[in-house]
């Protein structure tokens, strides 16, 4: 079972920029996707984009396109949400998860991490 933890939340003004980590203690992510996640309050949680580790096949959730970028560093191992011109909607708890490859649910939830955009 992978564990995963998340950092790089933030309290940040809109139209900034923040970065936030997904990383499984040392634990490679071959054979699996990773997955960018954010639950805000009074809503359910949301898919915002994924990223296959080997081959890097990346999706994005139409609420993020062109704002957000996913990315890999093999050598960490570790998965980045780059989050640019941030709004106020935005503001949620972030949470990244992995699925295996021929699986569809996602598992290793982290506690996730807090992005607060004030206006």
């Known amino acids: 079972q992978v564990q995963l933890v998340e950092s790089g939340g933030g309290l940040v003004q809109a139209g900034g920029s923040l970065r936030l980590s997904c990383s499984a203690s040392?634990?490679?992510?071959?054979?699996?996707?990773v997955g960018w996640f954010r639950q805000a309050p009074g809503s359910e949680r949301e898919l915002l984009a994924s990223?296959?580790?080997?081959?890097?096949?990346?999706y994005y959730a139409d609420s993020v396109m062109s704002r957000f970028t996913i990315s890999r560093d093999n050598a960490k191992p570790t998965v980045y949400l780059q989050m640019n011109s941030l709004k106020p909607e935005d503001t949620a708890v972030y949470y990244c998860?992995?699925?295996?490859?021929?699986?569809?649910?996602?598992?290793?939830w982290g506690q996730g991490t807090q992005v607060t955009v004030s206006s």
């Open positions: 990223i296959r580790w080997r081959r890097g096949d990346i």
């Open positions: 998860a992995v699925r295996g490859v021929l699986n569809s649910e996602y598992s290793g």
């Open positions: 040392g634990r490679t992510f071959d054979g699996y996707f």
